[in-house]
């Protein structure tokens, strides 16, 4: 499977981790002696299942290093342009393949094994979207310190993994695209999207995760799937300075 790395970016006055990178990339703030994508794309790069990797948001950055074919696309402008940008790409170079593998720059403590573990963990070609979770239990267990934002569902409190596969023909599905992009713009539209029934549903804990899947799925008119996670490093990114502290520390250690 293709893999796809968001990498775009710049750190403006008022991140918090500005001071690490001012005015450039948080994908290239440095972590025990890498710059944060270097360690993403190592762990794509050792994988048996990856083919060819596309950094998008950064153009040709000396001293990335791979022995998989590498691809710079520029900056789209945002989160959703950039992965759109990326499908499209991939449709277009490889018409063949199904879906693509999905990466955030920002959880440099993934494994070649747990890339492998996520691709082979697609359990049907029909799946527009799988997004990873990992639960309170298993995230508290490997980074007690994270503090990490939770859902609270019914069954089981979960937060978001960061790298996710998406069936590589959306990219041709432009009212999906100008859907969530214009939801993107506000709170409001948000919550419109996704539905204040559901919403409500989860605030008071009325919601299994496999309700919300379904629920998601119907309304964005996908066919959506959320696969639990046993390796909570899908869900280590870094937004904060605690949590890159956190990440030194620990990738430090894998280094010997």
Not at 71 to 84: A, C, K, Q, R, T
Not at 113 to 124: C, F, M, Y
Not at 180 to 195: P, T
């Amino acid at each position: 499977m293709n893999a796809i790395i968001l990498a775009g970016g710049n750190l403006d006055p008022g991140d918090p981790l500005y001071d690490e990178n001012p005015n450039h990339p948080k994908s290239l703030i440095d972590v025990a002696g890498k710059p944060m994508v270097q360690w993403v794309i190592e762990a794509l790069d050792r994988a048996q299942l990856t083919k060819e990797l596309v950094v998008v948001g950064l153009e040709g950055v000396p001293g990335i290093q791979t022995t998989k074919p590498l691809h710079f696309l520029h900056d789209h402008g945002g989160l959703l342009e950039n992965v759109e940008a990326s499908l499209s790409f991939l449709k277009h170079t490889h018409p063949e393949d199904e879906h693509a593998l999905v990466v955030s720059a920002d959880i440099p403590a993934i494994t070649p094994e747990i890339v492998d573990w996520r691709i082979n963990s697609l359990t049907s070609s029909d799946i527009d979207v799988d997004y990873a979770v990992v639960s309170r239990s298993v995230m508290e267990r490997r980074f007690p310190d994270a503090r990490r934002s939770y859902v609270r569902l019914r069954d089981i409190d979960v937060c978001g993994g960061d790298i996710i596969i998406l069936k590589v023909g959306l990219a041709q599905d432009t009212a999906f695209w100008e859907k969530v992009v214009e939801a993107r713009k506000s709170a409001f539209r948000q919550a419109k999207l996704i539905g204040y029934r559901f919403l409500l549903l989860v605030l008071f804990r009325r919601m299994r995760l496999k309700d919300a899947e379904l629920y998601i799925s119907d309304r964005l008119e996908l066919n959506g799937y959320a696969t639990i996670s046993p390796y909570a490093e899908v869900a280590m990114d870094i937004d904060k300075p605690d949590q890159l502290a956190i990440m030194r520390a620990d990738l430090s250690k894998s280094l010997g």
